[in-house]
Each structure stands twice: as structure tokens, then as C-alpha cells.
Antibody, heavy 116, light 112 residues
Framework: EVQLVESGGGLVQPGGSLRLSCAGS????????MTWVRQAPGKGLEWVAN????????NYVDSVKGRFTISTDTAKNSLFLEMNSLRVEDTAVYYC?????????WGQGTRVTVSS | DVVMTQSPLSLPVTLGQPASISCKSS???????????LNWFQQRPGQSPRRLIY???NRDSGVPDRFSGSGSGTDFALKIDRVEADDVAVYYC?????????FGQGTKVEIQ
């Protein structure tokens, strides 16, 4: 059974930083594209970033380019999202999910709140 | 970016009755490889999204057969044959044909 568990969310002031993690079991990250999707309070789903197996390709939504960095640690079967220069509009639940566009497995999400 | 437009945004349904959600894309979702990358997701209250349908009409494992997906090009639909209480959720369509992947606004299905 595939399980994805996110962690690292919390309350941070505008301009601050957070590092989100997604630990996987029942799945080998080295074989999958991995993706972060977020959901602002009461809103819909937004694709944020993804990373190809091996890390040779990374893509970001325009609103986070230059501020967020996606990475993986295949030895730990983990996915990360380093978030810097956080803005109020980055407030959301962040989900990790499998695949480039398939999104067949999802974690439970981790909540990020950016507020002064 | 490709805009995904769902309708209706709110769908009150009677238990046991059918329900249908429309999803229209601003561009054809037929990929150069011949596939159409259109998924449907269900998000129950307080839960993570769950994929129900991939590539227009393929049901995921464990998804009841009362859920079906159809469509082509720019027009797609998710149908629930007989709505059950467990189906109360927000449903999202999502396209993966064009970069970046984009989601519809979501359709809230509730029991009336």
C-alpha cells in the first residue's frame, strides 16, 4: 500500500522560510515523478512544482519561481519543498502526490500559514 | 494556461438519483501521443483529494462503477449513476495534456 506523509508546515511570518517534507512508503521515489499541489483555505487545487525521477527536471508555477525549490532524497524516499520569501498568498495546505500528471496517490497534507 | 471550467459549481442531488458534472477546457486536451490527459478527483470534507478517473474514462481501483467519465476534445463529464451519502464531496477535473497542469474550480455535490 502506498503511503505519503507530509510534514513541516506551520505558522511563519511574511518573508520567512519553511521546509516541507513528504515521506513515502510502498513506492520508490526514484521511479516516479513527484509533485506538490496546494489548496488555499476554501479554494481549489493548484499545481505548485514537480520533479522528474533523478532530479534532472524541475518545474514550478510562475508565482513561486525563484522562491521555492523542490528536491528529493531517494535514499530516504522523501520529497522536499524549500519555501523562502513566503507571502500571505502562499497560505495553503500543501499535498505531495505521485506522477507528472497522474496524481494517483496523495498525502494527507501539511498546513502552511503565512501571517504576521 | 489551459482554463478548466466546471458546471455547475454546486449540485444538490437526491439520494439514489443520477448526477452529472461538466468540465470544459479552453483548448483540446488531445496530446500529441494520442492520449487525453483528463482526470477527475473527489475530495470529501476534511480529506485529501482522491483520483477517481484518469485519461477521461478509466476508473481507478476501488472506485464504484456508479462513477463514469466521458468526453473528448474540450468537453468532458463525470456521471454518478445513483448518488449515495458517501458521494458528498467536491469534485475536480484536471488536465495534464498542456503545461502546467490545471484544475477546474470544483463542483460541490450535496444531498438535498
Amino acid at each position: 500500500e502506498v503511503q505519503l506523509v507530509e510534514s513541516g508546515g506551520g505558522l511563519v511570518q511574511p518573508g520567512g522560510s519553511l521546509r516541507l517534507s513528504c515521506a513515502g512508503s510502498g513506492i520508490t521515489f526514484s521511479s516516479y515523478w513527484m509533485t506538490w499541489v496546494r489548496q488555499a483555505p476554501g479554494k481549489g487545487l493548484e499545481w505548485v512544482a514537480n520533479i522528474k525521477q533523478g532530479g534532472s527536471e524541475k518545474n514550478y508555477v510562475d508565482s513561486v519561481k525563484g522562491r521555492f525549490t523542490i528536491s528529493t532524497d531517494t535514499a530516504k524516499n522523501s520529497l522536499f519543498l524549500e519555501m523562502n520569501s513566503l507571502r500571505v498568498e502562499d497560505t495553503a495546505v500543501y499535498y505531495c502526490t505521485t506522477g507528472r500528471v497522474g496524481f494517483d496517490y496523495w498525502g494527507q497534507g501539511t498546513r502552511v500559514t503565512v501571517s504576521s | 494556461d489551459v482554463v478548466m471550467t466546471q458546471s455547475p459549481l454546486s449540485l444538490p442531488v437526491t439520494l439514489g438519483q443520477p448526477a452529472s458534472i461538466s468540465c470544459k477546457s479552453s483548448r483540446s486536451l488531445v496530446h500529441g501521443d494520442g492520449n487525453t490527459y483528463l482526470n477527475w478527483f473527489q475530495q470529501r470534507p476534511g480529506q485529501s483529494p482522491r483520483r477517481l478517473i484518469y485519461k477521461v474514462s478509466n476508473r481507478d481501483s476501488g472506485v464504484p462503477d456508479r462513477f463514469s467519465g466521458s468526453g473528448s476534445g474540450t468537453d468532458f463529464a463525470l456521471k454518478i449513476d445513483r448518488v449515495e451519502a458517501d458521494d458528498v464531496a467536491v469534485y475536480y477535473c484536471m488536465q495534464g495534456t498542456h503545461w502546467p497542469p490545471t484544475f477546474g474550480q470544483g463542483t460541490k455535490v450535496e444531498i438535498q
